[in-house]
């Protein structure tokens, strides 16, 4: 019910940057809420970054200052910009799509299948 594309993870030396992008289709829900998290081996996932409905942004505390979540006009692609990353940056990160199935009445959720950031010392 919800497609999702993740692009812009790789290497990148520390303090280098880059640019996830995480971009939902739907033919039949609303889509509300939008998030990065990350995942380390043996780790649980967390949160990195969020948007919401209305534009309200949430940033995780090891990451403000660096990172910046935005939303486009259409509201179905989001953008993590990742400055002076840090070797504890490398993960996996993953887009999660919180859409309303008016249909159903329900909130539907959905993971993307996760994109590599490696920060090299």
């Known amino acids: 019910q919800v497609q999702i594309v993740e692009s812009g993870g790789g290497s990148v030396q520390a303090g280098g940057s880059l640019r996830l992008s995480c971009a939902a289709t739907t033919h039949n829900l609303r889509i509300d809420d939008m998030a990065w998290y990350r995942q380390g081996p043996g780790d649980q996932r967390e949160l990195v970054a969020s948007?919401?409905?209305?534009?309200?942004?949430n940033l995780a505390d090891s990451v403000k200052g660096r990172f910046t979540i935005s939303k486009d006009n259409g509201k179905t692609t989001i953008y993590l910009q990742m400055n002076d990353l840090k070797t504890e940056d490398t993960d996996l990160y993953y887009c999660?799509?919180?859409?309303?199935?008016?249909?159903?009445?329900?909130?539907?959720?959905?993971w993307g299948k996760g994109t590599q950031v490696t920060v090299e010392s």
């Open positions: 948007v919401d409905k209305g534009g309200n942004r």
């Open positions: 999660k799509v919180v859409a309303w199935d008016s249909w159903r009445r329900r909130p539907y959720q959905k």
